[in-house]
């Protein structure tokens, strides 16, 4: 479709190992904007894959400006968000040690919380194993209620799926 050539090309420029700064910013800030107004039928020829590898390296780069990781870490969010069956493939190249490290980073706190609770509707105990819950519910004082509720939700889907 019209459609893949342009995802192709935002998800290769936020790849790029040789990008960053300004230049990366703009890739990551357009990624995030494409994938907002996503809806699951992009799924077909959205590159899954590549995206998932390029934003969790991203997410969990030590090099990575906060604002990196922060735009990293929101366009999984939206990914999973428009096509669920993204949250495997992002939990698959390793998210989730990189989401509870992240975590306690507390400026990132209502991100990656809202990460967490779409990933947690499709790989629950991948989310339990990885530490969520006391990642997810260590600084819930420190949230606004909106998300408390979040990181409630995530961590309700993760047990939801407990034996």
């Known amino acids: 479709g019209p459609g ?5 090309r935002m998800v290769a420029a936020v790849a790029s190992e040789g990008a960053g700064g300004g230049a990366l910013l703009a890739s990551l ?5 494409a994938l ?10 959205f590159p899954v894959e590549s995206a998932a590898r390029a934003l969790v390296r991203l997410a969990g780069a030590e090099v990575a400006s906060p604002d990196e990781m922060l735009l990293a870490v929101r366009a999984i969010t939206y990914l999973c968000d428009a096509m669920p069956r993204a ?7 390793g998210l989730l040690p990189v989401l509870c490290s992240r975590l306690l980073a ?18 629950p105990a991948q989310c339990l194993q990885a530490g969520m819950i006391t990642a997810v519910l260590a600084y819930i004082d420190f949230f606004s209620a909106s998300i ?5 939700s995530a961590v309700a889907n993760a047990c939801k799926k407990v034996p």
């Open 4 to 8: 893949s050539g342009k995802f192709r």
């Open 29 to 33: 800030t357009e990624l995030c904007e």
């Open 36 to 45: 907002s107004f996503c809806t699951e039928d992009a799924g077909g020829y």
């Open 87 to 93: 949250a495997d493939a992002v939990v698959r190249h």
């Open 106 to 123: 507390i400026e990132y706190l209502d991100v990656a919380e809202q990460a967490f609770e779409k990933i947690s509707l499709r790989q």
């Open 148 to 152: 408390q509720r979040v990181a409630v």
